[in-house]
């Protein structure tokens, strides 16, 4: 997924900012204008002292408003009244709303949350992450590596979460914290123009929720559901339009039993009803795989070696069915638990 440019979002989502503040200070603004132009023509009908054009009569009637008049006092009392109105009104709405609209509009940790939400809109075809614990927080993390684009929902209820939540912001992940069960909250990280939803908190019941809700707005963003009921994870796939319902007590469980067995597993997971394991394995000296092939190792033992390990350290990704294991060399295999078993029970007799 190619990442878009970051100077162009962060354009795109400052002139959007712009546009929220305008509508938001419209009447205010409106009427600055309209005191501006309204004292500029008076100046240009009234005022007798000198001939003025209408860019003069401009700048003296901005002048006025910062009380630092530059024309003459003028005569004629319906000259004057611009030189009272003027500041007074000028000064008012210049301080209530003038001065408030620029502070917000260049100081955005003033209001942090409306601008994550502005942020986030400028995301599309993108991951959305709800739940910045330490499983989302890790969550986002690899899918930044990855080169995925990440919009994060969550509550921020303790002081680890509030940490979580800068540190994100501080990557440039747009962090909406608010309750992501709610549609419109869904709709400010861009669930509508999202490709995934990843559900990472760690309460079974509100995970569902906010599935069901994401799934109504958008019928074909994938789901990754975290749930720690298995029950509740086999439902969600089957009858509630979830991709994948990851129960967390699924995955532990084969990566305990497996790392109980053999000292060397790396991990493990499921393809379907199928159990896998992923080994490490080093060749020592006197093990009979020194001088194996890969591809007869694959063959032999019906395992996928994907990675090998040189003593030198270089890697060797996918390597070569012909590339011939020494003594030193760290295999990463991949295989059916009896098929790894059988393999271990060769090597160590």
């Not at 900012?17 to 009908?45: E, N, Y």
């Not at 005569?75 to 008012?92: D, M, T, W």
């Not at 003038?98 to 809109?121: D, M, N, P, T």
Request: with cysteine; glycine share 6%.
């Amino acid at each position: 997924m190619r990442r878009r440019n970051p100077f162009r979002r962060l354009a795109k989502a400052y002139w959007r900012d712009t546009w929220v503040l305008v509508c938001q200070f419209s009447p205010s603004l409106l009427i600055f204008t309209l005191l501006i132009i309204t004292g500029s023509v008076w100046l240009l009908s009234f005022y007798q002292e000198k001939r003025l054009d209408f860019t003069e009569s401009l700048y003296a009637t901005l002048m006025l408003i910062f009380l630092n008049p530059v024309l003459e006092f003028p005569r004629s009392v319906v000259a004057r009244l611009p030189f009272f109105v003027i500041p007074v009104l000028g000064v008012a709405i210049f301080t209530e709303a003038v001065i408030r609209f620029g502070i917000l509009l260049f100081a955005k940790s003033y209001r942090q949350e409306e601008w994550q939400r502005v942020l986030a809109s400028t995301y599309r075809d993108h991951t959305i992450v709800v739940g910045i614990g330490r499983v989302g927080y890790r969550v986002v993390e690899e899918l930044l590596t990855a080169g995925v684009e990440v919009v994060a929902i969550t509550l921020s209820e303790d002081q680890e979460g509030a940490y979580l939540v800068r540190r994100l912001r501080e990557r440039g992940v747009p962090v909406i914290v608010d309750d992501a069960r709610r549609a419109e909250v869904l709709k400010a990280g861009q669930v509508e123009r999202a490709r995934n939803l990843l559900i990472c908190s760690g309460n079974d019941l509100t995970n569902l929720e906010i599935a069901l809700t994401a799934r109504e707005l958008n019928s074909k963003i994938r789901i990754i559901l975290r749930l720690f009921s298995d029950e509740l994870a086999e439902r969600a796939q089957k009858f509630l339009g979830v991709d994948v319902a990851v129960s967390t007590s699924a995955l532990a469980a084969p990566s305990m039993v497996a790392s109980a067995l053999r000292q060397r597993t790396a991990q493990a997971f499921y393809v379907g009803e199928h159990l896998f394991h992923v080994v490490e394995l080093v060749l020592t000296a006197d093990d009979p795989l020194v001088g194996t092939m890969v591809g007869e190792l694959e063959r032999r033992h019906r395992v996928s070696v994907v990675l090998v390990r040189k003593p030198g350290g270089d890697l060797i990704q996918h390597p070569p069915s012909e590339l011939t294991l020494t003594a030193g060399d760290l295999l990463v295999l991949i295989g059916a638990p009896e098929q790894i078993a059988v393999l271990e029970h060769r090597r160590l007799g």
